[in-house]
C-alpha cells in the first residue's frame, strides 16, 4: 500500500535537518508517540529508533497488547540549496510488517518541507491487505507526531 505524507517546518533545511538527526528532539517524538519505552541513536547521518508502544485494538489479537517499532533514516548530502533525500526504513518486531519509503527535505512552505512517501506491506496471505489499510493511520500518525513535535522545537 503506498503511502505518502507531507510536513512543513518553520526553519530552514539545514535547521530542520539538524533537528531531525538531533538525539533529543529524537527523544521527544518517541514520548510523544506514547512509547511505553525506547531507545535512539544517532550515527552521523543515520538516525535510529525502537518504540515499544501499545498496539492498535485493530492489531492487538495478532501482536499482542504491545508492539516494538523499529525506524533507520539515512540521510543523502545536502544539495547547494540545503536540500536532502533520506531512506527510511521501518519493521515491527516479530511481525511480518515493513514500512520502506524515502524523505524529501527541500525549501518550501513555512521554510522547509518534508515529503513522506514510501510502500507499506503486511506479509500475510489473504489478510495483508486488510491489515495494511488498518495500519496505515498509525504510520501516518507517527508524522504528525513529529510535526507536533517539531513546531515545538523550532518555535521562536
Given at each position: 500500500?503506498?503511502?505518502?505524507?507531507?510536513?512543513?517546518?518553520?526553519?530552514?533545511?539545514?535547521?530542520?535537518?539538524?533537528?531531525?538527526?538531533?538525539?533529543?528532539?529524537?527523544?521527544?517524538?518517541?514520548?510523544?508517540?506514547?512509547?511505553?519505552?525506547?531507545?535512539?541513536?544517532v550515527e552521523?547521518?543515520?538516525t535510529k529508533?525502537?518504540?515499544?508502544?501499545?498496539?492498535?485494538?485493530?492489531?492487538?489479537?495478532?501482536?499482542?497488547?504491545?508492539?516494538?517499532?523499529?525506524?533507520?533514516?539515512?540521510?543523502?548530502?545536502?544539495?547547494?540549496?540545503?536540500?536532502?533525500?533520506?531512506?527510511?526504513?521501518?519493521?515491527?518486531?516479530?511481525?511480518?510488517?515493513?514500512?520502506?519509503?524515502?524523505?524529501?527535505?527541500?525549501?518550501?512552505?513555512?521554510?522547509?518541507?518534508?515529503d513522506v512517501?514510501?510502500?507499506?506491506?503486511?506479509?500475510?496471505?489473504?489478510?495483508?491487505?486488510?491489515?495494511?489499510?488498518?495500519?496505515?493511520?498509525?504510520?501516518?500518525?507517527?508524522?504528525?507526531?513529529?510535526?507536533?513535535?517539531?513546531?515545538?522545537?523550532?518555535?521562536?
Open positions: 500500500m503506498e503511502l505518502s505524507n507531507h510536513l512543513d517546518f518553520a526553519g530552514q533545511p539545514t535547521d530542520v535537518y539538524a533537528m531531525m538527526t538531533d538525539r533529543k528532539y529524537l527523544d521527544e517524538v518517541c514520548v510523544a508517540s506514547g512509547s511505553l519505552s525506547y531507545h535512539v541513536s552521523g547521518s543515520t529508533t525502537s518504540r515499544t508502544l501499545p498496539a492498535p485494538d485493530s492489531a492487538k489479537r495478532f501482536t499482542g497488547p504491545e508492539l516494538t517499532v523499529n525506524e533507520e533514516v539515512v540521510w543523502d548530502d545536502p544539495s547547494s540549496n540545503g536540500s536532502r533525500n533520506a531512506a527510511v526504513t521501518m519493521t515491527v518486531l516479530g511481525q511480518p510488517v515493513t514500512f520502506r519509503g524515502k524523505l524529501q527535505l527541500s525549501p518550501g512552505g513555512r521554510g522547509s518541507v518534508v512517501t514510501g510502500e507499506l506491506k503486511v506479509a500475510i496471505p489473504l489478510l495483508g491487505k486488510k491489515l495494511e489499510e488498518s495500519t496505515a493511520p498509525s504510520v501516518k500518525e507517527g508524522y504528525k507526531t513529529q510535526q507536533e513535535v517539531g513546531d515545538r522545537w523550532l518555535a521562536p
